[in-house]
């Protein structure tokens, strides 16, 4: 829900000219927003995992060179969802989600406590790091990506990477190496622009069009409520007209792609609201970026779809949403 002193309404009195006007002058500025160097992603973005976790992560992700912290970041958000008590079906536990038998091996008393604790995130951490390099270094000496190789090993196992050469020819494992690659961009803190989103023209028309209408807790626009959504009901639909499905509670949508920084906002970035800004798991809020610091947003219940302002004190940061980056969501969390 998004609280009442967050939002400056700028009222439907607004033309939609004024949203033509942002779209228009912000898109005149992306050809300078997307060039510069080239190079590769270095960090953490700001934000991007839970502020308990960072330190761990940035420092075990550079345990070698076929892993990075953003990678190691999308393994354990993929994994539990930040959830350090989660346990599956399949009896894995914890953040890293280790089977007890695999923990055994390769489990790390990475606190120096004189325990190894499969629940203790600062032990789960340095173990997955620990595990991926030590997959890494098994497979080393076959051809290709060393670190699709480590993430093939890790769904396939390292002998069946090693019988192909590569990454096995199995769709399960071939899916796997994408959805990790893809979602670590979102945790990146890039070190070149991020490149506009095809899609957000699309999704941008669509929010426009539902300007006015009565906010509804829980609304995913369907006819039985009115056609009325709530902020990430809005958000889902948006994107759903331009073929990309996002998750259905913001916190999950805070991951479909890489974070631009404030002043690279282009029209059709999600834009986030966060209780706490070094947690994206209380993310409360999103809205549509159109421009000239406004969002489009579904505020709060009384309230109606409009424009307001992003620079509140509880803004996170924004995701330049892509279809790979969406699909690569893990969705046991967005219920």
Not at 93 to 110: C, E, M, N, R, Y
Not at 130 to 155: E, F, I, R
Not at 307 to 332: C, E, H, M, N, S
Request: net charge neutral; with cysteine; proline share 7%.
């Amino acid at each position: 829900m998004r609280k009442v002193w967050l939002g400056v309404s700028v009222g439907l009195g607004v033309s939609f000219s004024f949203v033509a006007l942002l779209v228009v002058g912000t898109y005149m500025v992306a050809a300078d927003l997307v060039g510069g160097a080239g190079g590769k992603a270095v960090g953490l973005a700001k934000g991007s995992v839970p502020a308990a976790y960072e330190s761990l992560i940035q420092e075990y992700g550079n345990s070698c060179s076929a892993i990075n912290p953003a990678l190691l970041a999308a393994q354990l958000y993929q994994e539990s969802g930040w959830n350090a008590k989660a346990q599956s079906p399949a009896n894995a536990k914890g953040l890293a989600q280790f089977i007890p038998a695999t923990w055994a091996s390769h489990g790390v008393d990475g606190n120096k406590d004189g325990v190894k604790d499969i629940w203790d995130p600062q032990d789960a951490i340095p173990s997955a790091a620990a595990y991926d390099c030590s997959l890494a270094k098994y497979v080393k000496d076959v051809p290709g990506n060393p670190t699709h190789n480590m993430l093939a090993s890790y769904n396939a196992g390292a002998y069946a990477v090693i019988k192909y050469g590569g990454v096995p020819p199995y769709s399960e494992t071939q899916n796997y190496v994408k959805t990790i690659t893809t979602l670590a961009k979102s945790f990146e803190a890039p070190v070149q622009k991020v490149q506009p989103s095809q899609q957000s023209a699309g999704a941008i028309y669509f929010a426009q069009k539902q300007l006015g209408k009565p906010y509804l807790w829980g609304g995913n626009g369907t006819p039985e409520q009115g056609g009325r959504f709530d902020c990430s009901g809005l958000t889902k639909a948006a994107y759903k007209t331009v073929g990309i499905d996002l998750p259905r509670v913001a916190n999950d949508q805070w991951n479909a792609g890489p974070h631009p920084k404030r002043d690279e906002l282009l029209p059709g970035d999600l834009v986030f609201f966060a209780y706490d800004l070094d947690d994206p798991r209380s993310i409360h809020h999103v809205g549509i970026y159109v421009g000239g610091g406004y969002m489009i947003n579904a505020p709060y219940t009384g309230a109606v779809i409009r424009f307001d302002k992003i620079d509140t004190p509880d803004y996170i940061g924004a995701t330049r949403v892509t279809q790979d980056g969406a699909k690569a969501l893990p969705r046991a969390n967005s219920a």
